[in-house]
């Protein structure tokens, strides 16, 4: 099994351009995460999906962010337009029962918006 | 308050020492509890879970439960430098919600 893959590792754009992260997850995962993690918040849940079905994005920042899985092997995240702040390691991670069971974390994205 | 606190850190301990991090969670019906490890530049990897009060022994790691004072432990015994790393506690707040919080995370430093 090849884990969680995402891509890009690392992304470097330019304020207000549009982002696009990726990922993979384990095949037979049924729970999808994405996360961000930066020094001041820690790593912090922006969405999640069951079954490509997003059950729960208060975490998600703002308008600015939206997050798609249109089947099981894919989902993406997307930033448009893009702000400094929003710099950060990018988490994908999956798991067959959710938060109740180990969550499989991908490399993660870096992204830096300057 | 934070849904999950852990002790800043950072913590430095000699190796060979026992290593101590502490985590408290906010939602008295949170069921399942974590703790995962994460080197620099790397992802979290979980190392150990525990779903009922008392010690759960893995190794020279224990994770330690308490649900009545909503408290959540991991003890590191004869600590080796491979073990400095970021230690990241998370709680899954049970019922029908599926989302793991994370705290965090509490940077160890094994000194040799």
């Known amino acids: 099994d090849a884990g969680v893959i995402q891509s890009p590792r690392h992304e470097v754009t330019e304020m207000g351009q549009e982002v696009t992260l990726r990922c993979k997850p384990i095949s037979g995962h049924d729970y999808l995460f994405w996360y961000r993690q930066t020094m001041m918040r820690g790593l912090e849940l922006l969405i999640y999906f069951n079954n490509n079905v997003p059950i729960d994005d208060s975490g998600m920042p703002e308008d600015r962010f939206s997050a798609k899985m249109p089947n099981a092997s894919f989902s993406t995240l997307k930033i448009q337009p893009s702000e400094p702040r929003d710099s950060a390691v990018y988490f994908c991670a999956s798991s067959r029962q959710g938060g109740y069971e180990k969550l499989f974390f991908g490399s993660g994205t870096q992204l830096s918006v300057l | 308050q934070k849904e999950v606190e852990q002790n800043s850190g950072p913590l430095s301990v000699p190796e060979g020492a026992i290593a101590s991090l502490n985590c408290t969670y906010s939602?008295?019906?949170?069921?399942?509890f974590f703790w995962y490890r994460q080197y620099s530049g790397k992802s979290p990897e979980l190392i150990m879970s525990?779903?009922?009060?008392g010690d759960k022994e893995d190794g020279r790691f224990t994770a330690q439960l308490n649900k009545a004072s909503q408290y959540v432990s991991l003890l590191i015994r004869d600590s080796q430098p491979s073990d400095s790393a970021t230690y990241l506690c998370?709680?899954?707040?049970?019922?029908?919600?599926?989302?793991?919080?994370f705290g965090k995370g509490t940077l160890l430093t094994v000194n040799p």
């Open positions: 998370a709680v899954n707040s049970g019922g029908s919600n599926y989302k793991l919080t």
């Open positions: 525990i779903y009922s009060n």
């Open positions: 939602d008295r019906g949170s069921q399942s």
